[in-house]
């Protein structure tokens, strides 16, 4: 496959975005600015920023700003390690705004596919160059002009579209897998809110106890009425807690020998975390379908491990003494809001003991009722986790295929292409 050689700037555009004043930023409104969070950079795709409240913008702004569905999108600030050269898509028109902090990518159609251009943009080769080339400063920054510069090799028109569209069809795939797994988790979510937060599981005629007048009695270690039946406890009394242990970082690599390496909440993703690194001298595990808490800062992220690992010092592994992950995962889940609102106080949590994990204060339901929404919500966690392997495999596929495929090392099959 013969590859041609061309700077950025003579193929596509970047233009940079509106400096938007904060007098204008409000809680509600019409219109969202685009920020730096709006990039999910571990997966390369958009996401909706729920860092802030304040990302409306209530102010004028010239129409050119105003992003349409499709439109590609990269960041020109570094917040995050690995940032830079990120893409994302636009999702839908007519809402986002953009700002200073992201450009826009402008193909040249007869010399460009948009959908090959965004693997393109977020490709090693040109990763590389716009970090090489970045304003060394604590926030790294780039710029459309250093985006222009960045030399590339790429493929007559047809061989990109090709391309492009293997991987996008590789990308809808992950994309729709995720869908499913956050309908399945809200599904299970709202019953165990509905159950556990409530108080309204079924009771024995299948009505819902509390509003159906099920027996409430005040428990004086919690503070509050519980159903006739259930207990206090704290965490321990319900799980078995492992807390981990970094080996030597010399063991540490990225080449997949050892055994899969979990430091901390950097490496989770939005369920199971990301494949990052790995170590040759394990010292504390988890096993697949184990809980994985941060116990550092951000203390209580939870994520499920996919697959037997090494765990760091910034995480514990949790499973159930009562046979129920479905129902602990929701307690730890609750357990994290708390920190979170914490947080959001300015009550800091930098690191939690074990002891304070352990000694976590919990409602300890019915035997009867933890058995009634495991069967439900054990087929979904089941799902979730196959949707999840056929992610990791999808995402190992089409990382393996990029660099080949820019490189022009691999070429697409008209056929395969088609499918």
């Known amino acids: ?32 600015r685009l920020t730096c969070g709006n990039f999910d950079y571990q997966n390369n795709c ?80 040109v990763k590389q160059q716009l970090s090489a080339a970045a304003q060394q ?24 579209k090709r391309i492009g569209k293997l991987l996008r069809s590789l990308d809808r795939k992950i994309e729709l897998n995720r869908a499913i797994n956050q309908n399945l988790e809200a599904l299970a979510k709202q019953l165990y809110d509905y159950w556990f937060v409530q108080f309204d599981f079924p009771d024995e005629n299948g009505r819902p106890y509390k509003s159906s007048g099920g027996k409430m009695v005040w ?14 406890g704290i965490l321990i009394d319900i799980a078995n807690i492992t807390m981990g242990q970094s080996p030597d970082g010399s063991s540490y690599n990225e080449v997949g020998e050892g055994m899969l390496f979990y430091q901390g909440s950097t490496d989770f993703g939005m369920r199971f975390p990301s494949v990052r690194q790995y170590t040759t001298a394990p010292s504390r595990f988890a096993k697949k379908g184990d809980i994985l808490m941060s116990v550092r800062a951000p203390v209580g992220s939870i994520n499920i491990a996919n697959n037997d690992c090494c765990i760091g010092r910034g995480l514990s592994a949790i499973n159930s003494k009562l046979g129920s992950i479905s129902h602990l995962y929701y307690i730890l889940n609750d357990l994290r809001i708390a920190f979170d609102q914490r947080n959001a106080a300015g009550t800091t949590f930098g690191s939690i003991t074990k002891e304070d994990l352990y000694s976590l204060p919990i409602i300890i339901p019915s035997d009867e009722v933890i058995r009634a929404f495991d069967k439900i919500c054990s087929p979904m966690f089941d799902r979730q986790m196959i949707l999840g392997e056929e992610i990791d495999i999808l995402t190992k596929q089409r990382d393996e295929l990029l660099p080949h495929l820019m490189n022009g090392q691999v070429s697409v099959n008209s056929d395969l292409s088609d499918d």
């Open 137 to 160: 400063t604590k926030i790294r920054h780039t710029s459309p002009d250093k985006i222009r510069d960045c030399t590339v090799w790429i493929p007559e028109l047809t061989e990109q």
């Open 46 to 125: 958009f996401k909706e920023n729920k860092s802030k409240d304040n990302l409306y913008y209530i102010g004028d702004f010239k129409p050119e700003f105003l992003m349409e569905e499709g439109d590609i999108i990269t960041p020109l600030t570094e917040q995050a390690i690995g940032l830079l050269g990120s893409t994302a898509i636009i999702p839908e028109s007519g809402k986002y705004i953009q700002s200073q902090d992201v450009a826009k990518i402008i193909c040249k159609e007869e010399l460009l596919d948009k959908d090959f251009v965004f693997y393109l943009i977020s490709s090693t080769l």
């Open 1 to 32: 496959m013969e590859l041609k050689k061309y700077k950025l700037g003579e193929i596509l555009d970047v233009t940079r975005g509106a400096s938007l004043s904060g007098e204008f930023y409000a809680t509600e409104g019409k219109y969202i």
């Open 219 to 232: 428990n004086d270690k919690l503070k509050r009425e519980i159903p006739e039946g259930w207990d206090d």
